[in-house]
């Protein structure tokens, strides 16, 4: 079930303005249906437009309603995965394809924002991967040599320089990769249905997808108030899949992620947490990541409970994080606290399927999904449209449900905790 309001995000305190696209109403028809209105779908639908191609996006709610309009606002580079562990799963042609585009995602995504002047608070100014105890910081060196043999923009940083870029003595080192960077997660999802809107795409608002069926050679899409009728469909559904296909909804899990924002800080204050403004994300069993946004406000991240929230106080854990970290931290107001769904896959991987000739699937960012999603949606649009110029960067795969995917809440609960734990015992 989807909630019935958006939460009190800060994002749409800030966005001026959330947009408000019309619900399909009666019989229409399409080359091209997307549902879901998030990262995924609405790049899929600017470059498809941009290529002169008919094709209408079906949004649940409204544009960057879920994940899109909540996330973190990072722009990392890279699967979960390193990239000789990559190359070694994946084989030599496809493997390294995978590689060079999940790690050029950040400069896509900035280059697309530049390009179509969407003004978003982009910045890219780099990411920091920080290690608190000896196996996070082997773990964190492994990945840098591996990029360093690449070639990429990457450097390893001591507890010296870490401080130095933090503010806080709490790590051993880092790796900096100056491809990454942040932005305003909101204004970019709005900005894009705006630019997909002004190049010819349809976009429809408030109009969930009830069922989709495959009529006299066409698939037809039906919302509470009207139908689609369309010679393909791309689902990009992400941590809000439900039912509309078979399976889908059984092979991720929707996990909260959950932030915390603070009134704007005192310049001297911003200034000292991360003077250089690179985001930094922690390396470790459960993730906490944190910017300063273009206001100087702090935004701390990481997992919270498996349910909708409203403030900063559901998640006491990031805010007393924050003040551990930050010392001066200690009187300032945290405004606004939120979560949303982010869909992790069982081998905490993208996953894109064909099941049907049709049908296209992308789905599962395992909270990596500003950047991936952005550049998925231009080979997405290619595959749509039966470009087959350049090879595909990821694998098509079947949908696969997990086992007993019903008990999912308990065994989110059960990861985090164990999770927890390892990180606090250097396991």
Same mark, same amino acid.
């Given at each position: 079930?989807?909630?019935?309001?958006?939460?009190?995000?800060?994002?749409?305190?800030?966005?001026?303005?959330?947009?408000?696209?019309?619900?399909?109403?009666?019989?229409?028809?399409?080359?091209?249906?997307?549902?879901?209105?998030?990262?995924?779908?609405?790049?899929?639908?600017?470059?498809?437009?941009?290529?002169?191609?008919?094709?209408?996006?079906?949004?649940?709610?409204?544009?960057?309603?879920?994940?899109?309009?909540?996330?973190?606002?990072?722009?990392?580079?890279?699967?979960?995965?390193?990239?000789?562990?990559?190359?070694?799963?994946?084989?030599?042609?496809?493997?390294?394809? %995978?590689?060079?585009?999940?790690?050029?995602?950040?400069?896509?995504?900035?280059?697309?924002?530049?390009?179509?002047?969407?003004?978003?608070?982009?910045?890219?100014?780099?990411?920091?991967?920080?290690?608190?105890?000896?196996?996070?910081?082997?773990?964190?060196?492994?990945?840098?040599?591996?990029?360093?043999?690449?070639?990429?923009?990457?450097?390893?940083?001591?507890?010296?320089?870490?401080?130095?870029?933090?503010?806080?003595?709490?790590? %051993?080192?880092?790796?900096?990769?100056?491809?990454?960077?942040?932005?305003?997660?909101?204004?970019?999802?709005?900005?894009?249905?705006?630019?997909?809107?002004?190049?010819?795409?349809?976009?429809?608002?408030?109009?969930?997808?009830?069922?989709?069926?495959?009529? *006299?050679?066409?698939?037809?899409?039906?919302?509470?108030?009207?139908?689609?009728?369309?010679?393909?469909?791309?689902? *990009?559904?992400?941590?809000?899949?439900?039912?509309?296909?078979?399976?889908?909804?059984?092979?991720?899990?929707?996990?909260?992620?959950?932030?915390? *924002?603070?009134?704007?800080?005192?310049?001297?204050?911003?200034?000292?947490?991360?003077?250089?403004?690179?985001?930094?994300?922690?390396?470790?069993?459960?993730?906490?990541?944190?910017?300063?946004?273009?206001?100087?406000?702090?935004?701390?991240?990481?997992?919270?409970?498996?349910?909708?929230?409203?403030?900063?106080?559901?998640?006491?854990?990031?805010?007393?994080?924050?003040?551990?970290?930050?010392?001066?931290?200690?009187?300032?107001?945290?405004?606004?606290?939120?979560?949303?769904?982010?869909?992790?896959?069982?081998?905490?991987?993208?996953?894109?399927?064909?099941?049907?000739?049709?049908?296209?699937?992308?789905?599962?960012?395992?909270?990596?999904?500003?950047?991936?999603?952005?550049?998925?949606?231009?080979?997405?649009?290619?595959?749509?449209?039966?470009?087959?110029?350049?090879?595909?960067?990821?694998?098509?795969?079947?949908?696969?449900?997990?086992?007993?995917?019903?008990?999912?809440?308990?065994?989110?609960?059960?990861?985090?905790?164990?999770?927890?734990?390892?990180?606090?015992?250097?396991?």
């Amino acid at each position: 079930m989807l909630e019935s309001e958006p939460p009190r995000s800060l994002y749409r305190e800030t966005a001026g303005g959330t947009g408000s696209y019309p619900a399909l109403a009666g019989a229409q028809r399409a080359r091209i249906a997307i549902v879901g209105g998030g990262f995924t779908g609405l790049s899929t639908a600017l470059h498809l437009a941009e290529a002169g191609e008919d094709v209408a996006v079906i949004e649940a709610r409204q544009p960057g309603w879920g994940a899109s309009g909540r996330n973190g606002g990072q722009v990392n580079p890279g699967l979960k995965y390193d990239p000789d562990t990559i190359e070694a799963r994946f084989g030599t042609d496809l493997g390294p394809r %995978m590689v060079d585009f999940s790690h050029g995602a950040p400069d896509f995504t900035f280059d697309l924002i530049k390009r179509l002047s969407i003004a978003c608070d982009a910045r890219q100014n780099g990411t920091i991967r920080a290690a608190v105890r000896p196996k996070p910081a082997g773990a964190v060196r492994a990945t840098a040599g591996q990029c360093e043999r690449r070639g990429m923009p990457v450097a390893i940083l001591d507890a010296k320089a870490m401080a130095a870029r933090t503010g806080t003595d709490r790590y %051993m080192s880092g790796m900096f990769d100056a491809r990454g960077g942040d932005l305003h997660p909101l204004k970019y999802a709005l900005g894009l249905a705006a630019a997909a809107q002004n190049a010819g795409a349809r976009i429809f608002g408030d109009s969930e997808v009830l069922s989709l069926s495959s009529e *006299a050679g066409r698939w037809l899409l039906k919302t509470a108030n009207g139908s689609l009728s369309a010679e393909k469909v791309l689902i *990009a559904t992400n941590g809000y899949t439900g039912t509309l296909w078979p399976g889908l909804k059984q092979s991720l899990v929707p996990v909260f992620s959950a932030i915390a *924002a603070t009134e704007p800080l005192p310049s001297p204050v911003a200034g000292a947490i991360l003077p250089e403004r690179q985001v930094v994300y922690e390396a470790g069993n459960i993730t906490v990541y944190y910017r300063i946004d273009a206001q100087n406000r702090l935004l701390m991240g990481g997992r919270g409970p498996m349910r909708p929230i409203e403030n900063a106080s559901a998640i006491g854990y990031l805010t007393d994080y924050a003040r551990q970290l930050w010392p001066a931290l200690a009187g300032t107001r945290w405004t606004h606290g939120w979560n949303g769904r982010v869909a992790i896959t069982k081998d905490h991987l993208l996953h894109v399927h064909e099941p049907e000739d049709g049908i296209l699937i992308c789905l599962g960012y395992n909270g990596r999904g500003v950047a991936m999603a952005s550049a998925m949606g231009s080979v997405l649009a290619k595959r749509l449209r039966g470009d087959e110029t350049a090879p595909f960067p990821m694998p098509i795969s079947p949908v696969q449900r997990i086992g007993f995917h019903r008990f999912w809440p308990l065994g989110v609960r059960a990861a985090i905790l164990s999770g927890r734990l390892k990180d606090r015992f250097g396991l």
